[in-house]
């Protein structure tokens, strides 16, 4: 996985998030204008579309990896009372938990939408540094529940 940034003329926008999904397997693609607004500044987390994956069915589902999690709302407390110099690993991983079940309906009266998930799984895989071999959110489910077999 990696990031892209890119600065083009506004009039190019659609043509380069064209070539990009065509190119990569892209992210969540951000754009910015300038205060010109002739420019435009365009963020995105991709991969190779070649890039080897294994099927999620090989990782653990959504209720193994979460059966021991707290709910939701205690969760995201968890979250807030932490300061920044906090945010260690195991705060993007309980935090990619928690938007991961959000994002599936796994955490009623939360919602996420999948798109949020799947960038907080790639930031946390990127903390992780690990190459792409997953679905980022199979690779949050695992992690998550290796977590919590040591936690509980």
């Known amino acids: 996985m990696f ?3 890119i600065v083009c003329a506004t009039t190019d926008t659609d043509r380069i998030v064209a070539a ?5 397997n892209a992210g969540t693609i951000s754009g910015y204008p300038d205060s010109d607004g002739k420019q435009e500044r365009l963020y995105l987390y991709a991969d190779h579309k070649n890039a080897p994956t294994r099927p999620i069915s090989e990782w653990p589902s959504l209720t193994e990896a979460y059966a021991t999690a707290p709910d939701a709302p205690s969760e995201l407390n968890w979250l807030c009372d932490r300061e920044p110099h906090e945010r260690d690993r195991e705060w993007w991983l309980r ?5 991961d079940r959000m994002a599936t309906g796994l955490a009623p009266g939360c919602i996420a939408t999948e ?6 799984a790639r930031k ?3 903390l992780d540094d690990t190459a792409v071999i997953c679905d ?3 690779y ?4 998550y529940a290796r977590w919590a077999t040591d936690h509980h």
Request: glycine share 4%; charged share 30%.
């Open 115 to 120: 798109e949020q998930a799947l960038d907080i």
């Open 124 to 126: 946390f895989m990127a």
């Open 95 to 99: 935090r990619a938990g928690v938007v």
């Open 20 to 24: 990009l999904d065509d190119a990569f």
């Open 136 to 138: 980022p959110r199979a």
């Open 3 to 5: 990031e892209i940034r």
């Open 140 to 143: 949050v489910r695992q992690q």
